[in-house]
Each structure stands twice: as C-alpha cells, then as structure tokens.
C-alpha cells in the first residue's frame, strides 16, 4: 500500500492543478482573512470569536473544496488500461488499492489545507490574537479532521460516481454540511412528511458544521461541548467504517 | 504441464468468443496464439489470468504457478522513469529496498532498456513501453510468462532483441504464451500455437508444421475457411 500512496503523493502533489489551487487557495484566504469584516443586525462586529470563526469557516469550505477538485479524477484514472489488474497480479488486492488512493488523497486534501492554513498562522502573528499554542493545535487538528471527513465522502462518492457527477455532489454535500445545524432548525420547524424525511437525510451529511464549531471552540479557549465532539467523532469513525466495506463491495463487484 | 484448458466457452456482451477452446502450454515452450483483431486473444489471457471468471469449460494450471503479463497497450505512472516503475512494482510486491535496485537494472539490461533507464516513461517511444511492460512481466520470476503483442512498435533491432529474449527465457524453462501479428517473428520462436479465427474455426499447430507450410500461408488458408464459411 504504501508504494501506491507515494506515487499517488508524487503524481498529484506535481499536478498543475496542486500548484494553481495552493497559490489561488492562499491569495483569497489571505485576502479574505486580512480584509474580513462583517456586520449582524447592521451591527459590525468585533468579537474575536466571531471573526475567527467565519475565518476558519471560510479556510475549512476552501480546503473542502480543494479536497473536490484534487480528488475527483483519481479513482477514475485509476480505473483506465490494466493499472488496477497489474497491481493485483503483483499482490496488492483491488480494495487495498482503493484504500490507498483514498489515503492519497486524504494526504494531498491535508497538505493543501495546510498551505490554505499559512494566512491565518500569519495573520495571529501579526494582530497578536490572544491564543494558545494548544489551542491553535487543537483548533489546527479538528480543521483537519474536517478536510478528512469531506476528503473521504468525496473519495467514496468518486467509487460509486463518475468523476463529474462525484464532483457536483461533493460541493453539493460540503454547502449541506456546513449548513446541516441551521437547515436541521429550520425544516425541523416546517414538521409534516417532508420535513421528517429531509431531517433524516440530513443527519447523512459529514457534520462539517459541528466539526466549525469544533474547531471554533478550542481555538477561542471556550470548548465545552462533549457531546457535539462525540458525535462527529462517532460519524467520522463511522464513515471510515463504510469506506472499508464499501471498497470490499467494489472489489468483489469488479472480480 | 503449467495450464490446461478444457472446452472452454466464452461470450461477451451477446457475442461467442469461444465455443470448445482447448489449449496446454508446458515448461519451457513458446506457445503462440495468432488471430485477427477482436477475436479474443486478450480475453483469453484474462482468462489464464482469472481476472475473468466469467466462462465454462476446465481451466487447470500448476499449484502455485507464478504468472507474469505484459499487457498490449501498457499504462505505467509517466512521472517515473523506467527502473523506477519497476522499482514500484517490487515495491508492491513487498522486496527489499536493497534487492529492488539491483533486479531493476539487471531487468532494464535485459530488454535492452539500459541506456534509458533513468529516462521519464512519457519519454519512452511505444515500442520502448512495450518492453518495460517485458521487464514488468519478469518481476518475480514467473514460470508462465503472456506476452500480448510484445513486439508491437518495435524497430528492427527491438524485434530482433524479443526475440533474443524470449529465447533466453525458454531456455530458463519459462512457459510462454506469445500473442503477435507478426507471423514470420512466431514462426522463429514458437513451439506450438493455435490461430483462433472465429468462436468456433481453430488451428493447432506445431513447428514441424513449418516445413509444409508458413504460419502466414496457414492463417490465410483459415482466414479463406472462415469467410466460405460464413458466406454459406
């Protein structure tokens, strides 16, 4: 597995489209970062927690979204000529090969969510917020447990999907995501059959917006939500689940 | 004996591919497998393979038989040079870095691929990436060797060093099945083979055949049975 994901590191991480995303992605977060201000009830706000998490918000939909664009021909590319059979016959089974494409990409999505990550690392430094060093690690991790969640939703899709189709529903399900808790509230509200249905398939989306607020709460030294941290993590350890089942389905569909 | 197949019968997509196909191939032969375009020789090596379990009839082969394939139009990482795409194959294949580096070069050497083996493969010219996919197929040391259309692209010199090559590898008792169009190049090395012109129209032959008839001469004579055929 681990030839598979260094060649899939070499491959991508050269790719034009790695190259654009990382100085295109750095220029607007670092604009967006730099020149963020907005207002609530035509009040400006100044608050750190809010400005900062809008800010991470913002970074995390970016890298989410680099996640799409990185990831979305990989298995498909993967699929061409006989690459998927000589792997097999050199004693790297089919779902191992998927697992590692997967892992590439989860690899890639983290890599560039780092570069993304720079702006903000320079923007604490220069305004000298006022947090810790734990606090930005841990606010550090949970961004990138939000890139892995999105990262590997997309890869799962990308085995069912065409790339294309893969890719529309994957910024499809990253603008759910991010808006699950306030979408949950308001047809919560509306009740009737509908409502009830399309609260069910909510609770489907990565919890992107939980994993913000995650996110939010450690960078600002405020975190007290266990709950919330559980069930994303439990969503996150279940989608890893699915990831391994759904590659042994696949592989046995393909033999 | 490394495989036997027995009666096999083969469709795809509606279409019979084989209808009773019967085919051996023994250490140390060269086993060539001749037919149009679309008939199913490619298929036939998926089958040897068992990446497609999808057929009836009897396949045997040797227990623990070691297969190595070259596939017709090979796909290999282009951001790697040529001894580095081997080098990931070992890799794959759990070998020791210490072992891999010196396999690699001696298999570059092999198929005459020395010279540019730190060459990029989107470099490689067609016929070069035909033998990488040869060295490829040696990786592991396989007691049954495919080779699909290995002399496919190749200049004169490349023709002649396959040749060179599949000889050797007869001589180290490797079983080799050759699918190619160029006849005059089987008729020099194989052993036996068969010429598949449709599902149901085969030829065995053997190389004491040769001296009646060319490999050319008989696929023509085939090739003239199956179009009386089909216009009766």
């Known amino acids: 597995m681990k030839a598979v994901i260094k060649l899939h590191l070499k491959e991508n991480i050269k790719k034009n489209s790695f190259i654009i995303f990382a100085i295109l992605g750095t220029i607007v977060s670092l604009i967006v970062l730099f020149e963020l201000e907005f207002s609530v009830n035509g009040m400006k706000s100044t608050s750190d927690y809010a400005i900062y998490g809008i800010q991470w918000r913002i970074l995390s939909i970016i890298a989410c979204l680099a996640g799409v664009t990185l990831s979305m021909n990989v298995i498909a590319n993967h699929r061409q000529g006989t690459k998927r059979e000589l792997l097999k016959l050199h004693g790297l089974p089919v779902y191992k090969q998927y697992l590692s494409l997967i892992s590439g990409n989860i690899i890639v999505a983290f890599l560039m969510a780092l570069i993304l990550c720079l702006g903000m690392f320079v923007q604490i430094i220069i305004k000298g917020t006022d947090v810790t060093f734990f606090g930005f690690l841990m606010a550090l991790f949970f961004y990138l447990l939000t890139i892995l969640i999105s990262t590997l939703f997309i890869s799962l899709l990308t085995i069912i999907f065409p790339s294309v189709v893969a890719a529309l529903l994957g910024i499809m399900i990253i603008i759910l995501g991010n808006l699950r808790g306030t979408l949950e509230i308001i047809i919560g509200n509306k009740g009737g059959i509908f409502g009830n249905i399309m609260t069910v398939f909510l609770k489907f989306l990565p919890p992107l917006d939980s994993f913000g607020q995650l996110i939010i709460d450690f960078f600002m030294k405020e975190f007290s939500d266990f709950s919330k941290l559980f069930s994303s993590l439990f969503y996150l350890w279940l989608l890893i689940g699915v990831t391994y089942l759904l590659t042994k389905v696949v592989e046995r569909n393909e033999n | ?232």
């Open chain 2, 1 to 232: 004996m490394l495989i036997k197949m027995k009666g096999i019968k083969k469709s795809f997509e509606q279409k019979k591919i084989f209808n009773n196909l019967n085919l051996e191939i023994n250490k140390g032969e060269v086993f060539a497998l001749i037919g149009p375009n679309g008939v199913g020789k490619t298929s036939l090596m998926r089958i040897i393979l068992q990446w497609d379990k999808d057929f009836e009839g009897e396949y045997v082969k040797e227990e623990n038989i070691r297969i190595g394939y070259s596939p017709e139009i090979p796909m290999f990482p282009e951001i790697l040079t040529g001894r580095k795409v081997l080098e990931y194959y070992m890799e794959v294949r759990g070998f020791d870095k210490s072992r891999y580096k010196n396999e690699s070069v001696s298999l570059m050497e092999r198929v005459g691929l020395l010279l540019t083996k730190d060459t990029l493969v989107k470099n490689y010219s067609k016929g070069m990436k035909q033998r990488l996919a040869v060295a490829q197929s040696l990786i592991g040391d396989p007691d049954l060797l495919l080779l699909d259309e290995p002399s496919a692209g190749q200049d004169f010199l490349g023709q002649q060093q396959m040749q060179d090559l599949i000889g050797k590898l007869k001589e180290d008792g490797k079983g080799i099945m050759l699918s190619s169009h160029l006849l005059y190049d089987v008729e020099k090395v194989a052993d036996r083979g068969i010429i598949i012109m449709n599902e149901n129209l085969y030829r065995h032959f053997t190389k004491e055949d040769f001296k009646d008839m060319s490999l050319a001469d008989m696929f023509i004579e085939l090739s003239k049975e199956a179009s009386h055929e089909s216009r009766n």
